[in-house]
């Protein structure tokens, strides 16, 4: 089965056939670095990382470019308020934003860049397009003109006839149309500014994701990604800049659904409480990763605290079934194939649900292996788990969790510690001593050490 993906453009599922066979690029919008990210920013970091894994599983070389928005109105605001320059506050917020990408184990993109960086390719795209009839200069700003390419509004279904003025100036007058939107702003007092032939400014935001875009992965490349909430005005505006500057650009176009809180769009106010550096202090990193990336990605999350708690749950139930079984049969490296039915989910418009679904199953199977003590059973199932679990991002014994505060030669103390309070519980047992038994087995659970009978044998593990 070949991988299929749903092109917001097509409006359907389309075969991903790829410009270059073997090869995928792929451009995520990434952050505009205004404050630091809470969950609902972060979920297309997890999704397009989910889809890289992905891709590369199935045997593809990838190119991931993921940009950073380090000026904007919002920047500038935020820098005014703290009385700081414009930079502060954009390295601050990127920090925040790496922290949390690397927290929840996104793979880093090939190549990050930054819009102040990509001056030069802005100008480079604006004068094509101003000597192409597509954007004109007024009052130090430069326009784009939406009359001059006709599929305007094909991406987001809409006819120019019923489209609202673009709210992206102060000087409305200066357009031609007030549909017409910014490819770059001219400078105003106290304001960061960079030199263009058509004075001073500093770039749009659609300007610089088809600069950048088209600097890394070329005049056409596979996909382009970002939120639902950017296919108007934002993806809209990068296609026709880019189309009517005559670059063919993205071939695919993906949109992950938007975090809610109760039925709201995440809101600063609403979201403060979970900021991904707060949200990593109540549960796991890997705990968090797994809630973000087990809906389906076109699908809305509706935050609660009961859906985290659920997912905490069932990510626990498959670790201890990884933790159990490679205790049991040794930790069988992860085998590269994944079942069937999990490569057809992915390969289905990336269904993680249904992966999750085989997964699951498999992690029950493993159980009921372990219960019988059927250890070449155990040994298959724990290689099919890890095999899946390492295409999510998600193995409790691969990087970057393996290490997550597991305290190695701690561990080890403990190990023996525990194996001598077993054993006397074992004396006491066979002495028929129940109560000295129980009192080891209590004394023990207070210091924190839970222990389980299986048909191994006793085994121990750290309340959670
Ligand atoms: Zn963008």
Same mark, same amino acid.
């Given at each position: 089965?070949?991988?299929?993906?749903?092109?917001?453009?097509?409006?359907?599922?389309?075969?991903?056939?790829?410009?270059?066979?073997?090869?995928?690029?792929?451009?995520?919008?990434?952050?505009?670095?205004?404050?630091?990210?809470?969950?609902?920013?972060?979920?297309?970091?997890?999704?397009?990382?989910?889809?890289?894994?992905?891709?590369?599983?199935?045997?593809?070389?990838?190119?991931?470019?993921?940009?950073?928005?380090?000026?904007?109105?919002?920047?500038?605001?935020?820098?005014?308020?703290?009385?700081?320059?414009?930079?502060?506050?954009?390295?601050?917020? +990127?920090?925040?934003?790496?922290?949390?990408?690397?927290?929840?184990?996104?793979?880093? /993109? *090939?190549?990050? /860049?930054?819009?102040?960086?990509?001056?030069?390719?802005?100008?480079? %795209?604006?004068?094509?397009?101003?000597?192409?009839?597509?954007?004109?200069?007024? *009052?130090?700003?430069?326009?784009?003109?939406?009359?001059?390419?006709?599929?305007?509004?094909?991406?987001?279904?809409?006819?120019?006839?019923?489209?609202?003025?673009?709210?992206?100036?102060?000087?409305? *007058?200066?357009?031609?149309?007030?549909?017409?939107?910014? %490819?770059?702003?001219?400078?105003?007092?106290?304001?960061?500014?960079?030199?263009?032939?058509?004075?001073?400014?500093?770039?749009?935001?659609?300007?610089?994701?088809?600069?950048?875009?088209?600097?890394?992965?070329?005049?056409?490349? *596979?996909?382009?990604?970002?939120?639902?909430?950017?296919?108007?005005?934002?993806?809209?505006?990068?296609?026709?800049?880019?189309?009517?500057?005559?670059? +063919?650009?993205?071939?695919?176009?993906?949109?992950?659904?938007?975090?809610?809180?109760?039925?709201?769009?995440?809101?600063?106010?609403?979201? !403060?409480?979970?900021?991904?550096?707060?949200?990593?202090?109540?549960?796991?990193?890997? +705990?968090?990763?797994?809630?973000?990336?087990?809906?389906?990605?076109?699908?809305?999350?509706?935050?609660?605290?009961?859906?985290?708690?659920?997912?905490?749950?069932?990510?626990?139930?498959?670790? !201890?079934?990884?933790?159990?079984?490679?205790?049991?049969?040794?930790?069988?490296?992860?085998?590269?194939?994944?079942?069937?039915?999990?490569?057809?989910?992915?390969?289905?418009? %990336?269904?993680? /649900?249904?992966?999750?679904?085989?997964?699951?199953?498999?992690?029950?199977?493993?159980? !009921?292996?372990?219960?019988?003590?059927?250890?070449? =059973? =155990?040994?298959?199932?724990?290689?099919?788990?890890?095999?899946?679990?390492?295409?999510?991002?998600?193995?409790?014994?691969?990087?970057?969790?393996?290490?997550?505060?597991?305290?190695?030669?701690?561990?080890?103390?403990?190990?023996?510690?525990?194996?001598?309070?077993? =054993?006397?519980?074992?004396?006491?047992?066979?002495r028929k001593d129940y109560a000295a038994a129980d009192a080891i087995r209590d004394g023990l659970q207070e210091a924190g050490v839970v222990i389980e009978d299986t048909p191994q044998g006793p085994r121990w593990e750290l309340k959670r």
């Amino acid at each position: 089965m070949t991988l299929r993906l749903y092109d917001t453009a097509a409006r359907a599922v389309r075969d991903f056939v790829p410009l270059t066979p073997g090869k995928a690029s792929l451009y995520l919008c990434g952050a505009t670095v205004q404050a630091p990210p809470h969950i609902g920013h972060i979920r297309s970091g997890v999704v397009f990382d989910l889809l890289t894994r992905w891709l590369r599983a199935s045997g593809y070389q990838v190119t991931f470019c993921r940009n950073v928005t380090d000026i904007d109105d919002k920047i500038i605001r935020v820098a005014a308020g703290e009385g700081v320059p414009w930079w502060q506050v954009a390295q601050r917020n +990127e920090r925040a934003f790496a922290r949390a990408y690397a927290v929840l184990g996104c793979v880093p /993109p *090939d190549v990050e /860049p930054r819009a102040t960086g990509h001056v030069p390719e802005m100008i480079t %795209l604006m004068r094509r397009l101003i000597e192409g009839g597509h954007a004109y200069p007024a *009052d130090g700003d430069v326009y784009f003109d939406v009359h001059s390419y006709p599929g305007y509004g094909a991406l987001s279904g809409q006819r120019l006839e019923h489209m609202r003025a673009a709210e992206d100036t102060e000087t409305p *007058d200066a357009k031609r149309d007030p549909r017409d939107f910014s %490819l770059w702003k001219g400078a105003k007092p106290g304001e960061p500014s960079w030199e263009t032939p058509w004075g001073p400014g500093r770039p749009g935001w659609h300007l610089e994701c088809s600069a950048m875009a088209t600097k890394y992965l070329g005049p056409v490349f *596979d996909i382009h990604g970002g939120g639902l909430d950017l296919i108007f005005p934002h993806h809209e505006n990068e296609i026709a800049q880019s189309r009517a500057a005559g670059d +063919e650009f993205a071939r695919y176009w993906l949109h992950n659904g938007l975090v809610g809180v109760s039925g709201e769009k995440m809101s600063k106010s609403l979201g !403060n409480s979970l900021l991904v550096d707060a949200m990593v202090t109540q549960v796991r990193p890997v +705990e968090l990763r797994y809630y973000l990336g087990s809906a389906h990605y076109r699908s809305g999350l509706e935050y609660s605290a009961e859906a985290l708690d659920e997912a905490v749950a069932a990510y626990r139930r498959i670790e !201890n079934f990884v933790i159990r079984a490679a205790e049991v049969t040794g930790p069988a490296p992860a085998r590269d194939l994944v079942p069937p039915a999990f490569a057809g989910a992915l390969d289905d418009d %990336l269904s993680v /649900p249904q992966a999750l679904a085989v997964l699951h199953e498999t992690v029950r199977a493993g159980n !009921n292996a372990l219960a019988a003590a059927d250890t070449a =059973a =155990a040994a298959t199932r724990l290689a099919e788990v890890r095999a899946m679990l390492g295409v999510l991002g998600l193995d409790p014994l691969a990087e970057p969790w393996a290490d997550a505060g597991s305290g190695d030669d701690l561990r080890t103390v403990v190990d023996a510690l525990v194996g001598v309070a077993l =054993a006397q519980r074992q004396a006491a047992r066979e002495r028929k001593d129940y109560a000295a038994a129980d009192a080891i087995r209590d004394g023990l659970q207070e210091a924190g050490v839970v222990i389980e009978d299986t048909p191994q044998g006793p085994r121990w593990e750290l309340k959670r």
